[in-house]
Structure formats: structure tokens, C-alpha cells
């Protein structure tokens, strides 16, 4: 696997902004208050740079021994990357297996990622948490034995 998540950053309870986390272990800040620059999602500066910098690499077509790609997520600070964008793209143009979170809401590649052929979405929810665990571990069991990813298929 390759990719990365995100998580909040929290001092004394209150959100200051969003981390990304490798899937080998590095992190760093993709979003805070405390950063100022020419972007921004609500009260957050975004720092695109340090993010291509990191995270592209992580998904890059080349990893040939990678048999699924983890995006958490495909997000309005995450799609202010054109880089991420264009990378994101050629992942689900490519026979990889992709397990992605997406925005609910937004434009651009948040909307046309759900329209991809071969698309199975999951909608996370707390009364429905556990049962839809088990639907993306089963629908992920291709992995574990070892087998051919269904052609076409993507789980976001």
C-alpha cells in the first residue's frame, strides 16, 4: 500500500488545523491558522507546496509493487494542489486498486471522481459504522488473497 490520511489538529480542544500522514510514517501540516499565504480554505492556510512535495511521490504510477493506493482525502484543501489533481487522475485512469475518501460537497475532481465507471461508494455514517467496515474489508479481500483486483474497480 502507499498514500496518506489526514487528522485534526487540536490545541486545548479547539480545531487549529489538518495533518496528512504517510503511510511509511512521515507527516506534516497541511492546513492551520497559524499559516498565511495565498491559500486558504475558511480560516485555514493551506500549505500546497510542502504537500506536492510529500505526498505526490506517495502516488506516484510507478510503485509497481503497490497493489492499493490510500487517499484520505479528496477534499477542497487537498484539490488546491493542480499537481494532486492531475495525479488523482492518473490513478483512477490506471488499472490500481484506490481506496479514497471524497468531500461530500464540491466541484472539480470532488464531483467527477464520483462519476467514474467502476465507482463503489460507501456512505460512513455512526449507526451504520461497523456493518460498512465490513463491506470495504470484504470488497478489499482481493488483497489478502493474493488475487487480480476486478477490473474497473474502485472503492471511495
Known sequence: MAGFYTQEI???G????????SLDGASGILAHTDIKGPWKVSKYGVDVIGFEKSILPLLDL???DVELF???EI???ECLSE???EAVRKLFASNKAILA???QKGTGLISEVKQYVGIRTFSLKPQTR???IAEILEALSFLRKGRESPAGTRLD
Do not use: C, P, S, Y
Not at 479547539?14 to 500522514?21: A, D, E, L, T, V
Open 83 to 85: 499537481k494532486f489533481v
Open 130 to 132: 461497523e456493518k460498512i
Open 101 to 103: 475518501t471524497v468531500a
Open 75 to 77: 477534499g477542497k484543501m
Open 14 to 21: 479547539i480545531r487549529k488545523g489538518f495533518q496528512w500522514n
Open 10 to 12: 487540536r490545541q486545548k
Open 70 to 72: 490510500v487517499i484520505d
Open 62 to 64: 510507478k510503485q509497481a
